[in-house]
């Protein structure tokens, strides 16, 4: 029996599909429609990652690296693959939209589940509007005579219209704007191949981006590490579709880890090349120059109009690829947050057709457009939130998957619930504690926030339950 003769007779797929049988067994139906397999769980992870974020940090981390930025995204994907781990361990375990949220509730307790996800709602809400402030800075960079508020709106009407369409809209549109981008990378690896070989402003082949040992430092490492692990995040919002998803319970944990793989090879080539463009360079004069440093190397490769091409593709691949992931993704979890009463209820409403959930769509777009607006031009203030969020909720990742393996299922399994979480906790731990303070401190604020409603739901008598495997 196909899909939609299942969803047509009424009954469930067969368990192991990922169908309704598997939700039943938290207290849920199945009200968001499947129709996601691996390809596009691949797409939408590398869509929201960006294959092309360099483009736009590139400078920063150059000079943080001291030019050995392609070692620096080496050293991001092995830092980030232990967390990229634990997600999967979870959602086979839990294979439920809410990604963190839904781990922690269940893998320890639904207290930590709520901080969990109130944490991750901190970067996930504050992501779309920074990508909207970014794209409107650099558009009206190359087109000078349309004002920043109205880039905004635009992106948010787009953004909001495509995911309103359903999930499957959603997934063509990212299959276009990853093409789009890879096209884009590869024009660039191809013009930066032929300078190199040409000797361009005396580039030469050389292993000098990797290692440089006459800057190279385990301080050097440590730095860079806080800037590599942050240069990867969104890969874990693969997780917040998991109730839209067919082929089983181990679909998502494959496309969090192939996705974060294959975005970390295109980061590296790309910056390997752009770092061989500045030969003999371990640091850029100024702060002007590190903004600008990878469409400065695309001049070099390409000439001006291709700086250009490159610029406007940086802006439109944060303002509406990224950023329309980012909205489906904060909307599912909203959703599977008010579908426990954790948020208000009015947020879990499904389509009837569609098989949206409409409300949390719509709210993002509001929030997005409101801060928007009022924070134009803030990139650096926004930059500071956004990450705060997703790491603590990482740290609670970790502590759920040792706790439930190895406590409440009493399982052996030492090396992946034991070793696996606790190097991803320290790496984690790290980054966060270096992270800039005005992110600390708004973070805390956020969290305090959170234990506050935590407090007055629990001292209304509200249940804050959740149903685990039968």
């Given amino acids: 029996m196909s899909e939609s003769d299942h969803e047509a007779a009424g009954r469930p797929r067969p368990q192991g599909q990922g169908g309704d049988e598997s939700l039943e067994r938290f207290g849920y139906e199945q009200e968001l429609r499947r129709t996601l397999g691996l390809r596009d769980l691949l797409v939408y992870g590398m869509v929201f990652m960006v294959p092309i974020a360099p483009f736009a940090i590139f400078g920063v981390v150059f000079d943080t690296a001291k030019g050995m930025v392609p070692l620096t995204y080496v050293i991001g994907l092995v830092a980030m693959v232990f967390t990229a781990l634990s997600y999967r361990e979870m959602s ?88 789009a981008e890879l096209i884009i990378l590869a024009m660039f690896v191809v013009l930066s191949v032929i300078a190199i070989n040409d000797g361009k402003n005396g580039a030469h082949w050389t292993t000098t981006p990797f290692y440089n040992p006459h800057v190279f430092s385990v301080g050097l490492v440590f730095s ?109 979890l909203l959703f599977s947050m008010a579908r426990d009463g ?77 070793v696996v979480p606790l190097i991803g906790f320290a790496i984690i731990g790290y980054v966060l504690y270096n992270a800039d303070s005005k992110a600390q401190i708004g973070g805390s604020c956020w969290l305090v926030i959170g234990i506050a409603i935590l407090l007055v739901r629990k001292l209304t008598g509200r249940s804050t339950e959740l149903k685990l495997d039968a």
């Fill in 92 to 179: 086979q375990a839990f294979p439920i939209a809410g990604s963190v949220y839904a781990y922690a509730g269940r893998g320890l307790r639904p207290e930590a589940g709520f901080l969990a996800g109130w944490a991750i709602l901190l970067d996930y809400l504050l992501v779309p509007t920074l990508l909207y402030v970014t794209g409107a800075v650099a558009l009206q960079s190359v087109i000078g005579g349309v004002p920043q508020w109205l880039w905004i709106v635009v992106f948010v009407v787009f953004n909001t219209s495509v995911n309103m369409l359903g999930i499957r809209t959603t997934a063509q549109m990212n299959k276009l704007f990853l093409l």
């Fill in 224 to 332: 860079a590490l806080s800037v590599a692990a942050l240069s990867f995040l969104g890969f874990d919002a693969i997780s917040t579709l998991a109730e839209e998803v067919r082929g089983g319970r181990k679909v998502v944990g494959r496309a969090t880890l192939l996705s974060l793989c294959l975005v970390a090879a295109l980061f590296v080539v790309q910056t390997y090349l752009a770092a061989l463009l500045l030969p003999g360079r371990t640091s850029l004069p100024n702060q002007a120059a590190e903004n600008t440093a990878f469409y400065d190397v695309a001049r070099i490769a390409g000439g001006v109009w291709f700086k250009d091409v490159v610029a406007v593709s940086s802006a439109l691949a944060a303002a509406v690829a990224n950023s329309l992931a980012a909205q489906a993704a904060t909307s599912r």
């Fill in 342 to 418: 954790q948020l208000p209820r009015f947020l879990a409403h499904v389509h009837p057709t569609r098989k949206v959930p409409e409300r949390a769509v719509l709210l993002v777009a509001v929030i997005s457009l409101g801060l928007g607006l009022g924070l134009v031009g803030q990139v650096g203030l926004l930059s500071s939130l956004v990450n705060f969020g997703a790491l603590f909720s990482f740290l609670m990742l970790h502590v759920s998957v040792m706790f439930y393996f190895l406590v409440r299922r009493r399982e052996h399994t030492y090396g992946m619930h034991l």
